[in-house]
């Protein structure tokens, strides 16, 4: 299927490039322009000097303003070029996952549980998974909350629907989620410095501020005003000076320690911090309409100012990082000193509230990787409908994760406290039914559009039973683990939690008879609790359950047809039970047999 949203994609492509372009030809010529500021600064002073001392400073002051204004322009144009290569970078995924690639992103490997209800056996996490396929998240929050979403299984109605209204504006502002994605890709976060602010929002700095550095701080900048002053009337030898100069050194070398250690915590994060409160503006300044997204905008105003406050008051303290800046700053300033009492200032606001803020980011790129997803592939997707106590129907439900190639879709109806026996051949299609639907209800759940024509259900908790292995670590049997797994939904079942279930191939680990009768009765008391699923089996003799309970079980199954020595699928779903097998086939063809 073609996507028109290529077409928006290629369309942005080709502006982001020119823009690039653009930019990288201003930088170059800044370059130049800061060489011939940088050289002007010695050659005005140079040429000036024996004109009048006087005019020399005055005009090599100019030179040396001039030269730093070029310095901030070439650190202006350097974070434009990477913001508009952030977000080209953004809209070639985009262009790329249209193709059948997966994005070049953060798969989600560190969310994979192979002990969840269902993520471990729908492919949630992971490379070439559901996560890897959705995740334009930039920040690890806004991972986490994009995997939470798709694991915690919420059921709330009112909670789904207004996450599904939420994604549906953000999904008419794409250009806005491009900028949102750029400014948080210029972050560049890693989790240990994530983790690092949000230890230091608890703490803050160590280095107490008292009354007497409190002081110090204030008494410092006049004792070197005067004492230049006396030194320029020579009222003190040049001796004397240069000791009283430095003693306020004193005092910063006293404190060193600590201050290492305060600076060590946020030391050159001012970009990051800048980044932080680029996207937070960026939320502010735009008009929302659904209640979700007003709700998450409320606390980015004041987000933002203090990110911006944040971010100078570190790159202020970065200036410790030049030696000969340093030494004078804190000479004439104790500039550590009063870069940390304006932090301590900053933490008493704000400090409280980061963790919260980043949470708020969070929930705005996982709202928006949802938003991308919805646009990009708009013409196979449907928002679904929940309703309380209704019976699931989806008609030509498709798999996410091939939307860009060809695939047969299928449709089920099943009852609020029904089960599907679906039979079938080999590769006939059984499991990745399951998977479909599994894959489906979980997006549904996670307030993100679903693959299909429509979509109607009862938001359930979900729970599967698909692929369990041996653990050799704990000495724990394939069998015995499905068993274990079982044990765990009944326990679940009998706690009156209503259930949608997914069971493929109950029982592999025992014998043929021993796997019939258990399955029969396994089956059989599901149906005593609040719940619907459905069960892949290779056991025909399952499907005679629905003799003993019509109104509650259908048979299901997806055929092969064997002729001129060949296997043919066409994995469409039918109702009945499977007459043709092909395991034996299958093994005399490849010479097993």
């Not at 929050?141 to 994009?146: E, F, I, N, P, R």
């Not at 006049?222 to 001796?239: E, H, K, P, W």
């Not at 980044?275 to 008009?287: C, R």
Request: glycine share 6%; aromatic share 10%; hydrophobic share 45%.
């Amino acid at each position: 299927m073609k996507y028109k949203s290529i077409d928006h994609f290629n369309a942005r492509k080709a502006i982001l490039l020119e823009a690039l372009a653009k930019v990288k030809k201003q930088i170059a010529i800044n370059v130049t322009l800061r060489l011939i500021a940088f050289v002007a600064v010695f050659l005005v002073f140079y040429w000036t000097q024996d004109v009048s001392m006087g005019l020399a400073i005055g005009l090599t002051l100019v030179a040396i303003a001039l030269f730093l204004a070029v310095v901030r322009r070439s650190s202006k144009l350097s974070r434009e070029k990477n913001f508009i290569a952030a977000r080209l970078f953004y809209v070639e995924q985009q262009i790329s996952v249209i193709a059948g690639k997966m994005p070049d992103v953060d798969t989600g490997s560190e969310f994979t549980n192979s002990d969840h209800d269902f993520s471990h056996d729908l492919d949630l996490f992971g490379p070439s998974s559901v996560f890897h396929l959705l995740n334009r998240t930039t920040l690890s929050h806004g991972a986490s909350a994009l995997a939470e979403a798709l694991s915690a299984n919420t059921t709330d109605i009112d909670e789904l629907e207004s996450r599904q209204v939420a994604v549906a504006e953000l999904t008419e502002k794409i250009d806005w989620c491009e900028e949102l994605y750029g400014h948080g890709r210029l972050v560049n976060e890693e989790k240990a410095q994530v983790n690092q602010l949000v230890a230091w929002s608890k703490t803050g700095p160590e280095l107490v501020i008292s009354a007497l550095l409190k002081a110090f701080i204030y008494i410092v900048p006049v004792y070197q005003l005067l004492l230049c002053t006396a030194y320029g009337m020579d009222l003190i030898g040049s001796g004397l000076f240069t000791i009283m100069l430095l003693a306020p050194l004193s005092i910063v070398g006293s404190n060193l320690k600590q201050i290492n250690a305060d600076y060590a915590q946020l030391g050159k994060q001012h970009a990051a911090l800048a980044s932080y409160g680029s996207m937070l503006e960026k939320i502010d300044s735009t008009d929302f309409k659904s209640a979700r997204l007003t709700t998450l905008q409320k606390p980015c105003q004041d987000a933002a100012n203090a990110f911006r406050k944040l971010s100078k008051i570190m790159s202020a303290f970065d200036n410790r990082n030049n030696m000969l800046m340093g030494v004078v700053l804190n000479m004439f300033l104790l500039w550590d000193i009063l870069c940390i009492f304006r932090l301590r200032k900053w933490h008493a606001v704000y400090g409280p509230s980061i963790k919260s803020w980043l949470e708020t980011l969070g929930q705005w790129e996982r709202s928006s990787s949802m938003a991308l997803y919805s646009f990009t592939f708009a013409e196979s997707l449907v928002t679904p409908i929940f309703e309380k106590n209704c019976d699931l129907k989806a008609v030509d439900l498709g798999h996410p994760l091939m939307l860009t190639k060809p695939r047969v879709d299928n449709s089920i109806e099943l009852g609020i406290h029904d089960f599907a026996i679906i039979t079938g051949a080999n590769m006939a299609g059984k499991s990745t039914f399951l998977r479909t639907l599994g894959v489906n209800m979980v997006m549904a759940m996670a307030g993100a559009q679903v693959v299909a024509k429509s979509m109607k259900m009862e938001a359930r908790q979900l729970y599967s039973s698909m692929r369990t292995s041996d653990s050799l670590q704990s000495d724990e049997s394939y069998f015995y683990n499905e068993l274990k797994r079982l044990h765990l939904l009944i326990n679940s079942l009998e706690e009156k939690k209503s259930r949608f279930i997914i069971l493929d191939e109950i029982l592999k680990g025992t014998n043929s008879k021993d796997k019939a009768e258990g399955s029969f009765r396994f089956v059989e008391k599901l149906l005593g609790y609040d719940v619907s699923g459905v069960v892949a089996t290779h056991d025909l003799s399952l499907c005679e359950i629905q003799s003993k309970y019509p109104d509650r079980i259908q048979n299901l199954y997806f055929d092969v047809e064997i002729s001129n020595d060949d296997l043919s699928f066409d994995y469409t779903l039918r109702p009945g039970v499977c007459s043709n097998m092909n395991a034996t086939f299958l093994m005399e063809k490849m010479g097993i047999v």
